[in-house]
């Protein structure tokens, strides 16, 4: 596997040269700092791209290409990532080699065609799949909080910043509103030349294809950006959130916040803390929480590197709620002091398994070569040699300084339906 | 050991069966970590009429009982319980239960024997006490209301309820919280004796393998088993009509968008073509009909009768094949009618099943750089035919426009239930 780093006048291109796969993939991220107003219709244009273009206008034409160019992948996924919002544009296709000469070419033709070509004419997209896309996410937005589980992460972190965290990821209503043809065209125009392009290409392939982002990436100036991605949150005052839902089970959410945080910390720590306290089947939630007392089915704890947080999540019966919370704070209390050599061990065992599965999937290689460019963060080999480095003494010290700020509780209402 | 190349695929195929009726395939892919090792027993949640080995009285069991049982393999009477010895080994553990097929697997990268060894043998030492099943029962219950509260599964769930009379698949799969209550340890045992036997079993071994070190641990480990003698496992047999159970329900949730499920019941049995063959082409007709490459969706997004694309799935027993179509609409009548007369009387071009075929072909291609994929595929098999393809590619070419038709023309759409789900 080849990496190399290629930085043009108006984006940067990632090429990584790779025979192990027998598809190729492409992903373009458009990235610019992140504004609560500008989610919407982020979202909206990334929809809307993909879903028509010039040459393929409707969903239909786009489906029928996508069959004939044996099966490719399209996809966007816009998306948060701290004090960013970008908007990454995903192709995969099968190698030529598997199917037929010239299919590279015209695969990666076909996604450049519905970013850089889109349905417009006199300065405004075409109507009607405008319209489409504008009920779909209006529907996004008014059902956000159908998913129990979403809507209790929504519920803790809108009670703990005010800030780009709390902010939601389909959009808002008001935005959307203010959204038409014209507008958002005019949107269009300064996203392509303002935001920061990344590009990523995987497979085994030759450097004739590449020539082709020039071909359509012309006149973007290269804006520069410096800010970090990561978040800053402190902890503040205690709360408890309780709200009533329409559900059979309750769900818990739980925020472990820190005072401050070291790289090293941020990095390594982080993810070895969560992993024992709540990252798998042998974690000490998993086996007091559930094995022990039978209080839930799922329960576990994610670290979120950029934010710097842990949620905890459970669910639960409304009639534990207690009980399971000061299982859960005793658990969090025997983090600050009381972890073995084994559990340590065996957490850095799986951290380390799953790096290098990293290099098993195109997916994931990518994300790896974007949370290098994007965060900072070690490539495969580094990390494996860093997380060995990490003593008890670090986990301790890391659990001195997270503080239990919140917990929010969707109390299920149906009991007994 | 068997070896067969599966064509335009560059993969191997390894395959034994060994005295004791367990069938193994391993499908060595050197290029990656990890390992993935499944370990399965043709038993789901629809086995729950039977007679029990060495008994000759037909019993009903409670159900969401193979469920249960898969939660309850886990317990071990010494040594290391599954989850302790993997997070020692550094592998992933897990099981799955679906109505046909029971599977605990793991993922690792390193001590692969030690790691499939202890496979075999946390799954063939069943230890069942009154506490350790009582326990279990708390953390099924959240996990029955965790699937309640989900618009998806509940839906999904109740339309299955629906559509048939007697066949048991339309049961939910974990069961419900009264019916987990009457599980005994008992029942337990009798469910284990008798769908657990080798014969009844195969493993899956997909990844960085040798094939013949790993087949040979398989073999070493199957010898210190005492196994009884294989015997057929009698089910009792069920007649289920063509007429739905049920036509219409609602259901009421917190659902911001209201959505209709429909599931057309539909029957097979005198189709002229292998099961492989209907779901194949079941599939393609699913997409070509409802897909974002069908017309009949994007009009009605257009007119305003549904809110998205359509989404869609199937169904399918030994008697039955159920296509399900699932809308976002507040027009749920007008959308059925228009759904019913589309599917009476839409026609397929052969240059639309063509494109689709491509699409079957590719797939396979995609399915060869996925260890995941490869598994499934395997397990696939043996639990829906019951027997290997060797050559998915060329299977797919075979495929004939003429053929397709014949499925369509079979198909008949007058029995079908349907499920609104709606803000209360």
Known sequence: ?417 | MIKKSIKKLDLDIYEETLENGLKIFVVPKLDVHNVYATFSTKYGSKDNEFIPINENEMIKVPDGIAHFLEHKLFEQKKGLKPFDFYSKTGADCNANTSYNKTTYLFVGQSKIKENLNYLLDFVSQPYFTDENVEKEKGIIEQEIKMYQDDPESNGFEKLLFNIFNNNPIRIPVGGTVESIAKITKEHLYTCYNTFYHPSNMFVVITGNVNPKEIIDAVKENQKEKMFIKPQKIKLKEIKEPDEVYKKHETLNMNITIPKLLVGYKINIENLKLNKEEIDAFASAYLNLMFGSISIFSLDLIKEGIINRELSFSKVKTDKHLVLIIEAYTNKKKVFLDKLNEYVKSHTIESSEFNREKKVMLSSTIYMSDNIYRINSYIMNHMVEYNKMEYNPYDFFKKLTYNDFNKFIKALSFENYSTIYIKNS
Request: with cysteine.
């Open chain 1, 1 to 417: 596997m080849n990496y190399q780093k290629i930085e043009k006048d108006n984006y940067n291109l990632h090429i990584i040269n790779t025979s192990k796969f027998k598809t190729v993939k492409v992903c373009i991220n458009f990235k610019e700092k992140i504004e609560k107003e500008t989610i919407t219709i982020r979202n909206f244009l990334s929809f809307l791209l993909i879903n028509s273009s010039k040459k393929y206008k409707t969903l239909r034409d786009i489906e029928i290409e996508t069959q004939e160019l044996y099966n490719v992948g399209i996809k966007v996924d816009p998306y948060k990532s701290g004090n960013y919002h970008i908007m990454s544009f995903e192709l995969t296709h099968l190698n030529e080699k598997y199917t037929e000469k010239g299919m590279n070419k015209k695969s990666l033709e076909f996604l450049l065609e519905l970013i850089f070509n889109p349905n417009v004419t006199k300065n405004k997209f075409d109507s009607e799949m405008f319209n489409i896309i504008k009920s779909n996410i209006k529907d996004d937005i008014k059902s956000v909080k159908d998913n129990p589980g979403r809507y209790s992460l929504i519920e803790l972190y809108s009670s703990i910043s005010k800030g780009p965290l709390s902010y939601s990821n389909v959009g808002y209503l008001e935005d959307l509103k203010e959204i038409d043809e014209y507008t958002l065209y005019e949107y269009y125009k300064k996203m392509i030349s303002n935001d920061w392009i990344d590009i990523f290409i995987i497979g085994d392939i030759d450097d004739s294809l590449v020539s082709l982002f020039d071909k359509y990436i012309k006149n973007q100036k290269k804006s520069k950006i410096t800010d970090s991605h990561f978040l800053n949150i402190v902890p503040t005052k205690y709360k408890e959130k309780i709200k009533k839902v329409k559900y059979n089970q309750s769900q818990l959410a739980m925020a472990l916040i820190p005072e401050s945080l070291t790289e090293f910390e941020r990095k390594y720590v982080m993810s070895l803390y969560s992993i024992i306290l709540g990252g798998g089947t042998n974690s000490k939630l998993f086996q007091n929480v559930r094995e022990k007392n039978s209080l839930c089915y799922s329960i576990g704890s994610n670290p979120s590197l950029i934010s710097g947080i842990i949620t905890i999540k459970a669910g639960i019966d409304a009639s534990n709620y207690k009980k399971t919370v000061a299982l859960i704070k005793k658990e969090i209390d025997d983090m600050k002091c009381n972890i073995t050599t084994e559990e340590l061990k065996q957490a850095k065992e799986m951290y380390i398994s799953s790096c290098r599965e990293i290099n098993d999937s195109s997916d994931s290689i990518i994300n790896n070569y974007l949370s290098f460019e994007y965060l900072n963060f070690d490539l495969v080999d580094e990390r494996i040699n860093n997380i060995n480095k990490v003593k008890k003494k670090d986990i301790y010290d890391l659990a001195a300084k997270l503080v239990l700020d919140k917990i929010v509780l969707l109390e299920g209402v149906l009991e007994d339906d």
